[in-house]
């Protein structure tokens, strides 16, 4: 129990440690590229689980099988060692591509726990579940899309694995960019990589994407961003998208907040949202039951969350912003 949630009894000192658990969690924020770099490239990952660390070298590892085979193939050759090691590591000391796949690889661990304990199914929840049913043929069509998608990211990440199709436009424009790099030492490749670039970004449609997928899904939904904020009801993925939407901030950074160091963050970002406190404290419960006793949350409005995020240097990181 953090201390913000021992002093319910005074608002002002409440207040002060909810402050005191923001500032902790955005020291946590602030190490967290730094961190995975080095984790990466070194065999002690103790700061981080091993699991997690394992799917992200998988997922660098089989998007560097996509991008050089992809040349391969086009010049007629055998992967290219070479282009292999080169581009591992610029993908590896990508920022930005690795909080997205470490976003990825939490998610994927936290719903295969939140199955196991809550029975939670990580691809057909009970909204999704009732959309497809809907009567409103696009809507049912388009959770049907999403189921699918669902399906594929569970099993990729099992197999370690991540389609370049599955990344945002910008990170696909960087792991291109970076693929230019790689082949770099063989002058002779560089039309080749050239035309194998304009034929991955000409195949590339964002929209068919599986986040991109969640994202249209809560848009149509009746009750807005607020009818996906039950996390037992609208499983995890839907549940993240919903959150980082409400708050106007990127999903890795929604993801990140389903971290116990976050919990503060991510009860605040939810009473920002616009849930009731008791809302509020089933979703904390249903993530961390062992953590969450007593909150001072029940006594949380909205302006007041609003106010105390306002406050925290993590804010502008966390939102994207």
Same mark, same amino acid.
């Given at each position: 129990m953090t201390e913000g949630f021992a002093l319910a009894n005074d608002p002002a000192a409440a207040d002060e440690a909810l402050r005191a658990d923001?500032?902790?969690? &955005?020291? =946590?924020?602030?190490?967290?590229?730094? $961190?995975?770099? @080095? #984790?990466?490239?070194?065999? &002690?990952?103790?700061?981080?689980?091993?699991?997690? $660390?394992a799917v992200m070298r998988g997922m660098i590892a089989d998007l560097v099988r996509q991008l050089v085979g992809r040349v391969a193939v086009a010049v007629g050759q055998g992967l290219d060692p070479v282009a292999l090691a080169s581009l591992t590591d610029k993908l590896s000391a990508n920022v930005d591509i690795l909080i997205h796949i470490h976003s990825l690889a939490i998610e994927a661990? !936290?719903?295969?726990?939140?199955?196991?304990?809550?029975?939670?199914?990580?691809?057909?929840?009970p909204l999704l579940?009732? #959309? $497809?049913?809907? %009567? &409103?043929?696009? *809507?049912?069509?388009?959770? *049907?899309?999403?189921?699918?998608?669902q399906a594929r990211f569970i099993q990729q990440c099992r197999r370690m694995q991540l389609a370049l199709a599955e990344l945002p436009a910008e990170l696909v424009h960087q792991a291109l960019a970076l693929l230019r790099e790689a082949f770099g030492h063989d002058p002779q490749a560089k039309d080749t990589v050239r035309v194998v670039e304009a034929e991955l970004r000409s195949g590339y449609d964002e929209s068919r994407g599986r986040l991109s997928l969640i994202a249209q899904v809560i848009d149509r939904l009746g009750g807005g961003v607020t009818?996906?904020?039950? !996390?037992?009801?609208?499983? #995890?993925a839907i549940f993240l998208t919903a959150i980082a939407e409400a708050g106007s901030r990127d999903r890795g950074g929604a993801v990140v907040l389903t971290s116990e160091s976050q919990i503060v963050r991510l009860a605040l970002a939810l009473g920002s949202a616009g849930l009731?406190?008791?809302? =509020?404290?089933?979703? #904390?419960?249903?993530? @961390?039951? %062992?953590?969450?006793?007593?909150? +001072? +949350?029940?006594? !949380?409005?909205?302006?007041?969350?609003?106010r105390l995020l306002a406050g925290s240097p993590a804010s502008g990181m966390a939102q994207g912003q």
């Open positions: 923001l500032a902790r969690g &955005d020291a =946590v924020l602030d190490s967290l590229g730094p $961190i995975l770099r @080095h #984790l990466l490239g070194n065999t &002690d990952s103790s700061l981080f689980g091993d699991e997690i $660390i661990q !936290l719903a295969g726990r939140l199955e196991h304990r809550l029975g939670l199914d990580p691809v057909l929840s579940r009732e #959309l $497809i049913a809907s %009567d &409103d043929q696009e *809507m049912s069509a388009l959770a *049907m899309k999403l189921l699918a998608a009818a996906a904020l039950s !996390l037992p009801h609208a499983g #995890l009731k406190p008791a809302s =509020v404290v089933a979703q #904390l419960e249903a993530l @961390h039951p %062992d953590v969450v006793q007593q909150p +001072y +949350y029940h006594q !949380l409005a909205t302006d007041h969350a609003n």
